[in-house]
């Protein structure tokens, strides 16, 4: 008897820690899953263009949100001589976790030779 109740005490002493080894085992499995930020930024720009049929140029915002990844790409969207005069536009656009596009907006559009204009400061 005593040598079956050590056998038992040994195993349910064993099992918090195969529990604690699947959990790491799925962290890390769910680790692998989630693509690295470079792999998000080459998706979010192949999907980008996919969808618009323009070729984003580069990105110019890009962080990661509680949904998944927010960028701010800027595309080409009307190439003109000289090239200063090439209409440019930002792109909003939300990946998910997997960086699958969600969704994307135009928030601007610009000439490529023109600055932001200043805002009001203290000047």
Do not use: C, H, I
Not at 54 to 78: C, D, N, P
């Amino acid at each position: 008897m005593s040598n079956t109740r050590n056998t038992q005490e040994s195993q349910s002493s064993q099992k918090p820690q195969d529990s604690q080894s699947s959990s790491t085992s799925n962290d890390k499995q769910t680790a692998q899953k989630r693509p690295s930020p470079m792999d998000v930024l080459r998706q979010a720009r192949g999907q980008l263009a996919e969808l618009t049929g323009m070729e984003a140029e580069s990105v110019s915002s890009f962080e990661q949100t509680e949904e998944g990844w927010a960028l701010e790409v800027e595309v080409l969207e009307l190439e003109r001589v000289p090239d200063t005069m090439s209409l440019m536009a930002s792109y909003q656009v939300e990946l998910d976790a997997e960086g699958q596009l969600t969704g994307y907006r135009r928030v601007r559009r610009y000439e490529r030779g023109r600055s932001d204009a200043r805002r009001s400061g203290g000047r």
